[in-house]
């Protein structure tokens, strides 16, 4: 509980979790409140917002409601934010152990593939990737993660060099454990801590990269995105603006929330490791 | 500066590998591009069964892998990128034609970002947890989670549409037969909006850096040391802390390169700018993957060069680096 009241001190973690849960709970109700198809038809097109009450932020090109695929596109912004960066945390503890624990030949080799990831810009690599599998939810998640595990990867390396040194560690191997079991038993999961930190910045990379592959036309097609509202509306950008404003402040909104909420966690975990 | 020779050697040495995986790589997503070359030409050009085969065996397209994989190695080493399907040109060809416009534009908007980011984080740095301080440290993670491309949008509507201060898009002004200064002037005004959307966000990153680079480096002692001294708090400012949380900044600067490269791509697309980043999101359109891979290829060259340069810089702005490889 102590962790939680230090979580809430600062006023920008508040913050920060308030937009968050919000933004959770607009994703869980979308369905609940906009049931069907948020790509159908809903009114007029090019409806501007705050006139009709029953289409409070107005329709788009193709007089879908607006609102409705704000809702449904938090959804998506969050699924694939989440996941990418779940699964850039995972291949890049899992790298970064093997690299840090096994050492020699094989951390040379791992590290100079993590360094040719690096040297990739990681949205062209995601661009390609994307395009040659082609979009769907899995492939963009992978698309991203493929992009974003090089850091997760260079900090586990790091922490597991310095623990594989440790006595519990000596302990492990004198007791007859396998090394792999060792390194993903013992080693990995007290080199979490660090990695885990990053993951909000993870996180937040991951949903504007998604945002710009679907501006780009590469996202699902199936699924409304923020990014996709956003390249809908530049067609009109002229006449109607907030189409595309609309989408981007959410976006902002999201990605500074995360922020937010990451630097809350760090802070309120720093304060307590200077304090013991 | 020889000092810093060895270092730089083996940075050569390493990179050679790293490029290396990033050409297998880069191969391997071309065999998993469905279709190959020859399909490609003849959608474009049209033949028959026998053509087909006779141009898979021409190309050395009905080999094993890894003669591909060699022969791909092979016409790398020439140069030679192949050839664009969406262009009927040879990428390389292509790819320098747009790479001017593409390293101008990272280049203005690297100026921009680190110069403007330095100032403003030392400005907030010199008073850590100040008024100014904070409200800057807030006011750059708001535009650090603002998206490059909706940024860039937000300029147009306000200062191309609106106020129509600016050009709208496009590199220069389409058949104006400007030679010489007026050219230039007027591919500079066409360059303000590109080079802000994307010099924006990366300048959150440079300020939060500095800033925080300097709240750690009033805490040593070597302030103290000059606060006793009686030196005045300006010199203490720029002199002593600033100029030590500079060098991870100048870091930064090559690490940050590729991800400006990628960032590139939307604004160039949003912007009309015809450099690199656009003719990536052409070869995505065109589903032109040979062209894409070249594309990416060129960019992880590019980052390598960028990166080797900023040790450089590191080695001669930094006297420990490679002093303990040259004495002993």
């Not at chain 1, 994703?27 to 049931?35: K, R």
Request: net charge neutral; proline share 5%; glycine share 10%.
């Amino acid at each position: 509980m102590n962790r939680l009241r230090r979580f809430f001190c600062t006023p920008e973690a508040v913050a920060g979790a308030a937009i968050l849960a919000s933004l959770i709970a607009m994703a869980l109700a979308a369905p609940l409140i906009f049931p069907g198809d948020p790509q159908a038809i809903a009114g007029p097109a090019l409806l501007p917002p705050f006139h009709d009450w029953s289409l409070p932020l107005g329709t788009d090109r193709l007089g879908r409601d607006v609102l409705a695929e704000l809702f449904h596109g938090a959804r998506t912004s969050l699924a694939v934010g989440l996941a990418a960066a779940a699964a850039a945390l995972l291949i890049g503890a899992i790298v970064g152990t093997l690299a840090g624990f096994a050492g020699g030949l094989i951390d040379e080799v791992l590290m100079r593939v993590t360094d040719a990831f690096q040297t990739v810009p990681s949205f062209l690599l995601a661009l390609a990737f994307v395009s040659i599998v082609g979009p769907s939810l899995g492939v963009v998640v992978a698309a991203i993660a493929l992009g974003a595990w090089t850091g997760p990867a260079r900090v586990a390396r790091a922490e597991v060099l310095s623990i594989r040194e440790r006595d519990y560690v000596a302990g492990a191997r004198v007791i007859g454990m396998y090394p792999l079991e060792i390194a993903f038993r013992e080693v990995l999961p007290n080199a979490l801590p660090p990695v885990l930190a990053l993951s909000s910045v993870i996180v937040a990379a991951a949903i504007l990269t998604e945002a710009a592959l679907s501006f780009l036309g590469l996202g699902d097609p199936n699924r409304v995105t923020w990014g996709g509202m956003i390249a809908e509306g530049r067609t009109v950008l002229r006449t109607a603006p907030f189409l595309s404003i609309v989408p981007g402040v959410a976006l902002v909104l999201t990605v500074l929330g995360v922020y937010l909420a990451g630097e809350g966690v760090v802070e309120s975990t720093a304060v307590r490791r200077s304090l013991s | 500066m020889t000092r810093a020779l060895p270092l730089l050697r083996r940075r050569l040495v390493g990179s050679i590998f790293v490029l290396l995986i990033v050409i297998i790589g880069s191969f391997l997503l071309l065999e998993a591009a469905p279709g190959d070359a020859v399909d490609a030409y003849i959608v474009s050009t049209g033949g028959d069964a026998g053509m087909i085969e006779l141009l898979r065996h021409r190309w050395g397209l009905d080999q094993s892998e890894l003669t591909r994989l060699a022969n791909y190695l092979w016409a790398l080493l020439h140069l030679d990128l192949g050839q664009s399907v969406t262009f009927s040109r040879p990428i390389r060809d292509i790819i320098l034609e747009r790479l001017p416009t593409t390293l101008i534009l990272m280049g203005s908007a690297t100026a921009l970002s680190f110069g403007l980011g330095s100032a403003l984080g030392i400005y907030a740095g010199a008073r850590p947890g100040s008024v100014r301080d904070r409200f800057l440290s807030i006011g750059s993670l708001a535009l650090y989670a603002v998206p490059g491309f909706w940024l860039g949008l937000v300029l147009i509507v306000v200062f191309a549409v609106d106020l129509r201060w600016l050009p709208i898009g496009g590199i220069e002004t389409i058949a104006s037969a400007k030679t010489g200064l007026p050219r230039a002037a007027d591919i500079a005004t066409h360059l303000v909006l590109p080079v802000s959307a994307l010099g924006f966000i990366y300048l959150a990153l440079y300020l939060r850096m500095m800033r925080a680079g300097m709240a750690e480096a009033w805490r040593q002692e070597f302030v103290l040391a000059a606060r006793a001294r009686g030196l005045t708090r300006r010199r203490i400012v720029f002199a002593h802390v600033a100029r030590n949380a500079l060098l991870p900044l100048v870091t930064m600067l090559g690490l940050q390169s590729a991800q400006m490269l990628g960032g590139s791509v939307v604004i160039e697309s949003v912007f009309a700018v015809p450099g690199l980043g656009r003719l990536a999101q052409e070869a995505v359109a065109g589903r032109d993957t040979p062209l894409l891979l070249g594309i990416i290829l060129v960019s992880a060259v590019l980052v390598i060069a960028i990166n080797l340069l900023v040790d450089l810089a590191y080695a001669f702005l930094d006297p420990r680096v490679g002093a303990g490889e040259a004495s002993a």
